[in-house]
């Protein structure tokens, strides 16, 4: 059984930074996708960022360019996500998902489109 585990969500104060962790489990991503999603209360999910692996390069939502880094180890089975300066609008809960494959650049967005999904984690900025 595949399993996605999030963590290090949490309260932060705005210009404060978290560090949220995915463990995967049951099978290893080492040549595909694993991507980063939120969604705030009443708005629509949102694409954070993806690691396409491989050496590929990571891809980032406007709204967090600049300010986020994913990063994998994939000895740990594990993806990051790195977030700096934070703002009150960045709050949301945060999820995990991974593909299988090594997916194209154009599909990235799209969530429908992952095989596997984490239960989430709770970042909140306060201002």
């Known amino acids: 059984q595949v399993q996605l585990l999030e963590s290090g969500g949490g309260l932060v104060q705005a210009g404060g930074s978290l560090r949220l962790s995915c463990a995967a489990s049951g099978r290893t991503f080492t040549g595909g996708t694993m991507s980063w999603f939120r969604q705030a209360p009443g708005k629509e999910r949102e694409f954070v960022a993806a690691?396409?692996?491989?050496?590929?390069?990571?891809t980032y939502g406007d709204s967090v360019k600049g300010r986020f880094t994913i990063s994998r180890d994939n000895a740990k089975n594990t993806v990051y996500l790195q977030m700096n300066s934070l703002k009150p609008e960045d709050t949301a809960a945060y999820y995990c998902a991974a593909k299988t494959a090594r997916m194209i650049l154009s599909s990235l967005r799209r969530g429908d489109l992952y095989d596997y999904w984490g239960q989430g984690t709770q970042v909140t900025v306060s201002s």
């Open positions: 690691d396409r692996g491989s050496g590929g390069i990571s």
